[in-house]
């Protein structure tokens, strides 16, 4: 690619896998942060005394504010803490469609400097919160999310720049989003060894200065076109010459709009009849492929969200109260969290390499471009619900040492998903659409991660924290994510019997 050097892609590549390791989705690591909120007292005035413990909490002193806690019953406290985490994860989704048209209307720099004004107005207000202004973190965590999102969207058009291993950048991305979650887990160890959640939270805010350098000196001002022209160039190759930027910024402009109205009729091209049908972005938005689409991700976002907001409810209970079990299993489950960056690369490996391996056969069949990339995405759409499946039923059994396994396949799961849900929707629809169909997806399924609180409730109230029957239904939910798959492998084997029909 001339006029772009490999060191600067390499260097856009990396610097974009720390921004999102480090900030875009710390939300998930939700679990560690509340238990720091808990030791500081944030509403601890909806606690009240247990007058039927029998007890078995162990808190000790010097564990809970420096003195003995008696046995209280707290599940106020915990549905407060449960209520923000899913307002928090319904804007970390819902935003998402507001948020690609951003994107999509504005481009990068725009989008990237809303992100960063976002998320520095919600570190600055944590940091600067106390237990009687915690009702803040209603306002605060939204910001935080809708910024996250905001930084990985941005970050997720870099695969354009890698060609054939676009998939496994895009859900390496997505591996690193997860995988921020450890930041909360290193705020919670800062903090057990005297480090303010204050502090914590001001170095966060002051490391935005290195998201605005970044935005101006190592992506670019409009999106990275794909496929990426020869004489396409951004950032600090681009900043030599006004002129010549203004034109080279048009001419990639030019052919990204050639490639967005090409692209997919030659994908879709299984006759002249074929190439009539309409392309605007609600026919892809009302199509079968998107609905079972939204369905397989609505379904396991909704039980990794509640999971993530109820898991220091659980543990809790697991526990019988001991609040060093608690704290021990909240650091394992923090801990597994970073591991999402490690296993996510591998769904898209998974992905391109079947891509290659049925462009090959592609060849002799006379299978559309398009047919080959949805064939591509069966494996790892099934492999996802199958790992979340195992999830589900891990969660499901209330055995305190099980839940380590639960964490494995839990981050394991999540990481298959979004990078998965990415991946396949830059395989199943036009690139020129691909910002408002991942920001609507992820509106809808927040839609749907709205259950997750009406769930908590009814298990605390009416089920007296039996979560039995809710578990059974969610499980057979998970089992009709497998419908995706099996609907995209049938809708491929019937275009492949006949790839030249006019």
């Known amino acids: 690619m ?10 856009t590549l990396l610097t974009g896998l720390l921004e999102c390791l480090g900030f875009a989705g710390v939300l998930f690591g ?22 039927g413990a029998t007890g078995n909490f162990t808190a000790q002193p010097g564990t809970w504010g420096g003195k003995y806690q008696p046995p209280r019953d707290c599940k106020a406290q915990d549905e407060r803490f449960s209520l923000i985490f899913t307002l928090g994860s319904f804007m970390n989704n819902f935003m998402t469609f507001p948020a690609g048209y951003i994107f999509d209307r504005f481009k990068t720099t725009v989008a990237r400097l809303i992100a960063i004004f976002l998320y520095t107005s919600a570190t600055l207000t944590i940091a ?8 803040l973190l209603f306002l605060a965590m939204p910001m935080l999310t809708v910024g996250g999102i905001l930084f990985l969207i941005t970050n997720l058009q870099v695969g354009n720049l890698f060609g054939k291993h676009r998939s496994t950048i895009i859900t390496l991305y997505n591996g690193a989003f997860d995988s921020s979650s450890a930041v909360f887990l290193i705020i919670k ?12 939270f001001i170095f966060l805010s002051v490391f935005s200065a290195w ?45 990204e709009l050639q490639s967005k109205e090409s692209l997919p009729a030659k994908e879709e091209a299984l006759g002249p009849g074929k190439q009539q049908e309409p392309r605007s972005f609600w026919s892809y938005a009302l199509s079968q492929r998107f609905a079972w689409h939204l369905v397989w991700l609505s379904v ?23 609040r060093a079990l608690v704290s021990a299993y909240t650091n394992a489950f923090a801990i597994t969290q970073f591991f999402g960056v490690l296993c996510a690369p591998w769904n898209g490996l998974l992905m391109d390499r079947l891509k290659q ?24 759409l099934a492999l996802t619900s199958l790992l979340c499946l195992g999830f589900a039923l891990c969660a499901s059994v209330p055995i305190l040492p099980l839940q380590y ?19 396949f929707l830059t395989l199943a629809f036009p690139a020129e659409h691909f910002g408002k169909l991942f920001g609507l997806v992820m509106a809808l399924s927040a839609i749907v991660s709205l259950l997750q609180f009406p769930i908590f409730t009814f298990i605390k109230g009416p089920l007296q924290n039996d979560p039995l029957y809710v578990n059974v239904m969610l499980v057979l939910a998970t089992v009709l994510t497998f419908v995706h798959p099996f609907m995209v492998y049938w809708e491929c084997r019937r275009e492949r019997k006949s790839p030249a029909t006019a």
Not at 189 to 200: F, M, T, V
Not at 410 to 420: A, C
Request: aromatic letters at 12%; hydrophobic letters at 40%; one cysteine or more.
């Open 128 to 135: 600067f919160i106390s237990a009687d202004s915690a009702f």
């Open 405 to 423: 396994v639960t964490f494995i396949l839990q981050v394991i799961s999540r990481s298959f998903l979004y990078g998965g849900n990415a991946a």
């Open 30 to 51: 939700w679990a560690s942060l509340v238990y720091v909120f808990k030791a500081e007292h944030y509403f601890d005035e909806l606690c009240e005394p247990d007058a």
């Open 189 to 200: 160890l800062l903090y057990e060894q005297g480090i303010s959640l204050k502090a914590s």
């Open 2 to 11: 001339q006029g772009q050097g490999l060191c600067l892609r390499v260097a």
């Open 357 to 380: 391996k049925y462009q090959k056969e592609a060849k002799s069949t006379g299978s559309s471009a398009m047919t080959v990339a949805l064939r591509s995405a069966v494996p790892s």
């Open 300 to 322: 396991i976002q909704l039980w990794h969200y509640l999971f993530i907001g109820t898991l220091n409810s659980l543990l809790t209970s697991l526990a019988k109260g001991d």
């Open 211 to 255: 998201h605005v350098g970044r935005t101006f000196l190592l992506m670019p001002r409009g999106h990275i076109p794909y496929p990426v022209p020869s004489n396409y160039s951004y950032g600090l190759c681009s900043g030599n010459d006004a002129r010549e930027e203004e034109k080279k910024t048009a001419e990639s402009e030019k052919l």
